[in-house]
């Protein structure tokens, strides 16, 4: 296993290595570790690469945007639910998947939240890892990924930073914050905001935005959330057996979610004091 020759920072990171408010108590590290650090093991490579049906679904549903804008004739067609549905191949899928995502490409034909808007960004999804920008201060460096889903300019001239969401969770700042850092690079002197979209339930969320005091906290903060992971990553590759000190487990109820959970020795068992919901019925 190889180091990044120099530290980085994503949003992905930054949720990896602290909790979104609320979800402290089911927080785990060791997720990180298989995430970051034991990636190119076979075993976790293959659970990596096996796409949940949440994940497909928002996969699918940012494709489908996408798709009708590259093809914006769908969008006043009758039949363009069905056309970007071939496009995106939504047959080959669960049949979970297929109804999901066909609902949300439904609501996106009847109310297109960027008909007329000027897009200068918008991105199918499926590209991998964005260019990482260099963030370079007197007493820190590192690479910052940020992977927009898409950018448009409102007609005030302000650049807003849109990401869409499927699912029930709910939307983390921290996400458009680092979306905002990464825009004072990549448009250098315009002025931007940031804001979600959850395709599923219509619903938008506040406007974001950051003032130059609360921009250079951040440059810090994720400086820390680089330095801190890239020294993880060191003392693991120093000793590969202290994994469990380095990424320590948070097992619970919580592991049933975890991709990691069949090869995971602290994985949360199921026992008499955390009963599983049957599934017979009560007679
Ligand atoms: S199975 Fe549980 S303890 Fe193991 S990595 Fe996942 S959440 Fe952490």
Redesign the pocket.
């Given at each position: 296993m190889s180091t990044p020759d120099r530290p980085f920072a994503s949003y992905h990171l930054w949720s990896l290595v602290a909790p979104a408010r609320g979800q402290e108590r089911w927080h785990?590290q060791?997720?990180r570790g298989?995430i970051k650090a034991r990636q190119h093991e076979p075993q976790v490579k293959a659970l990596l690469g096996q796409a949940t049906a949440p994940q497909r679904i928002g996969i699918l549903a940012q494709k489908g945007v996408y798709e009708f804008h590259h093809h914006r004739h769908l969008l006043h067609q009758s039949d363009g639910v069905e056309q970007v549905a071939q496009l995106l191949k939504l047959s080959k899928s669960t049949e979970q998947v297929q109804q999901r995502v066909l609902q949300i490409l439904q609501k996106y034909h009847d109310d297109p939240l960027l008909l007329d808007k000027n897009i200068v960004q918008l991105t199918p999804g499926d590209e991998g890892f964005p260019k990482p920008i260099l963030v370079e201060q007197e007493d820190y460096c590192f690479r910052l990924y940020a992977a927009m889903d898409c950018v448009f300019i409102e007609s005030d001239r302000t650049l807003h930073i849109l990401d869409f969401k499927t699912g029930k969770s709910a939307f983390d700042q921290r996400q458009a914050l680092v979306y905002l850092l990464a825009a004072r690079y990549l448009y250098p002197g315009r002025k931007a905001v940031a804001s979600f979209y959850n395709l599923e339930l219509c619903k938008k969320s506040d406007l974001i935005s950051i003032n130059n005091g609360e921009l250079e906290s951040l440059k810090f903060e994720l400086a820390n959330i680089a330095h801190k992971h890239q020294h993880d990553l060191q003392k693991y590759q120093e000793k590969t057996s202290n994994f469990s000190k380095i990424f320590p487990?948070?097992?619970g109820n919580?592991?049933r979610f975890?991709p990691?959970?069949s090869i995971?020795d602290?994985?949360?068992q199921p026992t008499q004091s955390y009963p599983m919901p049957s599934l017979r019925t009560n007679v």
């Open positions: 785990c060791m997720r298989f487990p948070n097992p919580h592991c975890c990691f959970q995971c602290f994985s949360h």
